[in-house]
């Protein structure tokens, strides 16, 4: 048996990404790791290092983009929790044989290179969730 997945990240969506950098930043104190425009994903990513995960500010990069329909009238809104997996191809099999209904069948790119797979929120009590499989 695999060991239990970790927390990776907390994303959440942004319509204005400076101002919620300077609450994130200025205010609060995080630190600013990554900046980085994921296109597939048709998303700015900021990561902010909170302990030993990360807060990730997803800015859509148009109003049209299903993230940015997903925040709708929001400033900010929750958007998915990932949880970082040694083998993300074993886990989606083991996932899909136990009946969870998946978003992406096969692993993905996502930020910083890593494998990445949704899984879908009828499966998951309503949470978008994401695995992640880390970059070698």
Known sequence: MSPAPRLDHVAIVVGDLETTLKLYVGTLGFEEVYRETVGDQGVEAVGLRAGETIIELLRPLSDDSPVARY???????????????GDLAAEL?????????????????????????????KSTGGVLIELCQQSE
Not at 71 to 85: E, I, N, W
């Open 71 to 85: 925040r709708g009238d929001a400033p900010t809104k929750l958007h998915h929790t990932a949880y970082r997996v």
């Open 93 to 121: 099999a083991r996932l899909r044989a136990a009946g969870v209904k998946l978003i992406d069948e096969t692993p993905r790119r996502g930020a910083h290179g890593n494998l990445i797979a949704f899984l879908h929120p």
